[in-house]
């Protein structure tokens, strides 16, 4: 069995992995230049965090580990619903 942690799904490779971590459709380094939403409705490169790695990283280590509640428009999806789900498909893996 093959196995990738990040596959393009736009630009898939020759040979395809029996299961994917990531299916992106564009992949960035954290604090690279990602892409976003120009006026015009279209896809622009964005701009790169210029900060320090250093910095970067100490933001996302220092961030709040708890579940975001959401918006309110959609149902949760704690653990404990999560993780049965996951489990009862995981023989199919």
């Known amino acids: 069995m093959l196995h990738e942690h990040a596959c ?4 898939p490779p020759a040979a395809t992995a029996d ?6 459709q564009s992949a960035v380094a954290p604090g690279a230049a990602g892409l976003r939403r ?5 896809v622009e ?3 790169p965090d210029g900060r320090p790695e250093a910095e970067i990283a100490a933001e996302t280590v220092g961030a709040d580990p708890a579940p975001d509640e959401g ?8 653990v404990v619903t999560v993780t ?6 995981s023989p199919c893996w």
């Open 71 to 78: 918006d309110g428009r959609t149902p949760a999806d704690p």
């Open 84 to 89: 049965p789900n996951m489990t009862a498909r």
């Open 38 to 42: 120009g006026a015009d409705g279209g």
């Open 8 to 11: 393009c799904w736009t630009d």
């Open 19 to 24: 299961s994917v971590t990531l299916l992106h």
């Open 45 to 47: 490169p964005g701009e």
